[in-house]
């Protein structure tokens, strides 16, 4: 039996100025983030757009940043990822401000709200890839970064869409926009206060050669290619048509506060996980991580299982657990495994291959639980979803993969 090295812990500073700034940064943005679903679905319903107007509101965004994702990595490698998060935060902010003056004077139309949310999806995709590249930059400990980020990230997951029904219930859902504009300007004053080191010369390579320059880089590394061509099964078929088919039979099932109450348990769960990813250090972190994979099968299974609240909660939160874990312990290594100055471009590739396979997935869940029945779609993404992990096992290059510090 192949035995697993685990590095020994080391303790280093991590909560110097820089990473108090930038984890002020993400966390009031991740807190925006996590309300805005609530606030958006509520305004476009009562201005009397529907469930498709909702749709084509939250697909706008989401469609945006798969477009824009690559051209916000090459743009961040080229004018430095602090310069490019910081334009996307204040552009956001201008967006999501406009957004709540017209929730605020009356009922705006659909297509504006479309407009503004595809606006603010592109600057997101201008957002993004430096989120990668600016942890090595606030933290020495790369993984002790990741695994306080991914637990803060939990936290707004439960606490946002809790504190978005309040207060739309409470005042509508201009306020909720006044806020989540907000956030983002708190956003870009912490990431413009950052101290760090002098920035590189810009390149004079052509806007596609660095592009086709960021491909070759994913390309080469086979560990990072492999994983993200089998999350292109696991992406679509287990995590993107678990989200809506499961929410679907705990409704029937239970009731609407029930899916609350686990949604809640899966993002308590996402903080123990990242908790666990930063005591646990392997030696192997994507083989190790597999672990996280299999463990988020568990999400599809237990709402197939008609299961009582208190085991739809614990199943939901192992799940949440698991997912956090692998998301650490990948952060991490790519962080880690690529170059600096090429690592907002690779970035780029991994989250907008990840963003189309999990939005694929939402849009033939429908389709594929009418065919099949939503039961047995979940059996089967939860079989997937092992077989899934047990790929990172097979495949020498996420196998063997050891970290570099």
Known sequence: MTRIAVAPAVV????SANFRLYFGARTTSLLGDAMIPVALSVGVLDAGYGATGVGYALGAWL??????????GVLA????ARRMMVLADFARFALQAATAILFAAGTPSLVLIVLLQFLSGAATAMFQPGVASMVPQVADDVQRANGTLRIAESMAGVLGPALAGVLVGLSGPAVV?????????VSGCCLLGLRLGTAPAPRSASFLTELVEGWQAFRARTWL???IAIFGLYGCFVVGTSLPI????????LDSAALGLGLAAFGAGGAVGGTLAIRFRPGRPLAVGSIGWALFAIYPLVPALQPSLPVLMAGWAVAGAGIAFWSVLWSTTVQTQVPPELLN?????DVAGSLVTMALGRTVAGPLAGVTGAVPLMVFASGLGLLCA???LIVPATRRLRVTR
Do not use: S
């Open 12 to 15: 280093r500073p991590l909560w």
């Open 63 to 72: 469609a945006a940043v798969a477009l824009c994702m690559l051209f916000g």
């Open 77 to 80: 490698d080229r004018f430095t």
């Open 177 to 185: 926009f006044a806020i989540y504009a907000a956030t983002y300007a």
């Open 225 to 227: 290619w492999a994983v």
């Open 246 to 253: 499961g929410a679907e039979l705990v409704i029937d099932q």
């Open 345 to 349: 471009r690779v970035y780029a590739y």
């Open 390 to 392: 047990a790929a990172l």
